[in-house]
Antibody
């Protein structure tokens, strides 16, 4: 069974930093692209970032470029999102997602999400 | 970035109704479109990819069509479990983008 378990969310002040982690199990982590998608309370889905299977291809939404860094440790089956210079508008549930088996750019399996709240 | 506009933003319908949701892209995206269903407090679930391909395990009452800039998701006969929010997503180019969502409510 595929499992994606996010952690690291919480309350942080504007300008602060957080690192989200996503522990993956039930599949060969090193073979799949991974994505982060976020959802502000009561709002829609927003794609944040992707990383390919070996970490050589990465992209970001314009709203987080230069502030967020996606990475992965294939030996630990873990995906990360380092978030710096956080703003109130970054407040959201952050979902770790695994790519579709044949379409690497879309999300297929989703974690339960971790809530990040940016507030003073 | 490619913008996706869904219509309507919300919709009230009854069990057994046929429902269509539209997603319009700000520029052509070929067939690079997916549809997701999200229920309250849950993560989204993939329904359709490549505009019209039904994901394995998804009931056949769901169907998708379109290419270029105009796409539709159709539910042929609404079931109680279909009341949820639906999102389209384009994957033709980065940044990947979602529509704003369509909330489907019980009439």
């Amino acid at each position: 069974e595929v499992q994606l378990v996010e952690s690291g969310g919480g309350l942080v002040q504007p300008g602060g930093s957080l690192r989200l982690s996503c522990a993956a199990s039930g599949f060969t982590f090193s073979s799949y692209w991974m994505h982060w998608v976020r959802q502000a309370p009561g709002k829609g889905l927003v794609w944040v970032s992707h990383i390919n299977s070996d970490g050589s291809s990465i992209s970001y939404a314009d709203s987080v470029k230069g502030r967020f860094t996606i990475s992965r440790d294939n030996a630990k089956n873990t995906l990360y999102l380092q978030m710096n210079s956080l703003r109130a508008e970054d407040t959201a549930v952050y979902y770790c997602t695994r790519a579709h088996p044949t379409l690497v750019v879309i999300s297929y399996y989703w974690g339960q999400g971790t809530l990040v709240t940016v507030s003073s | 970035a490619i913008q996706l506009t869904q219509s309507p933003s919300s919709l009230s319908a009854s069990v057994g109704d046929r429902v269509t949701i539209t997603c319009r892209a700000s520029q052509g995206i070929s067939s690079a479109l997916a549809w997701y269903q999200q229920k309250p407090g849950k993560a989204p679930n993939l329904l359709i990819y490549d505009a019209s391909n039904l994901e394995s395990g998804v009931p056949s009452r769901f169907s998708g069509s379109g290419s270029g800039t105009d796409f539709t998701l159709t539910i042929s006969s609404l079931q109680p479990e279909d009341f949820a929010t639906y999102y389209c997503q384009q994957f033709n180019s980065y940044p990947l983008t979602f529509g704003q969502g369509t909330r489907l409510e019980i009439k």
